[in-house]
């Protein structure tokens, strides 16, 4: 009887960390993901920012080695980082709605902002 081992093929040459704060990504959602919540709750607080939010993850950006647990894709910026840039975004825009923002994509944003 022959045993084989199966093993499952991992993208080991990535880092995992976020191009923009150099973390190891711990929350893996892909800011394409998160831009499809925030889209809702812009449609609802803010449309026209909307334009801005689109995030094509084939801009041919290496990925790190974390993929975000949603779609699978390969990450290169944390949750954090992108929740951020669209949190100046917002508070750029009308400053009254950073905290709304907040209440539902904060990503450790309240506690740096501080």
């Not at 709750?41 to 449309?47: D, F, S």
């Not at 910026?77 to 917002?90: K, N």
Request: hydrophobic fraction near 35%.
């Amino acid at each position: 009887m022959k045993i084989t081992n199966h093993t499952h093929k991992t993208n080991l040459t990535g880092n995992h960390q976020c191009r923009g704060c150099k973390q190891v990504i711990t929350n893996p959602m892909c800011p394409g993901c998160i831009a499809k919540g925030v889209e809702q709750w812009a449609l609802i607080w803010m449309p026209e920012i909307i334009p801005y939010l689109r995030f094509d993850n084939s801009l041919g950006i290496e990925g790190t080695g974390t993929r975000c647990a949603l779609c699978l894709r390969d990450m290169s910026q944390c949750a954090h980082c992108y929740s951020r840039e669209i949190y100046d975004l917002v508070v750029a825009s009308i400053p009254e709605l950073g905290d709304r923002f907040l209440q539902h994509f904060d990503f450790e944003l309240k506690e740096n902002l501080n």
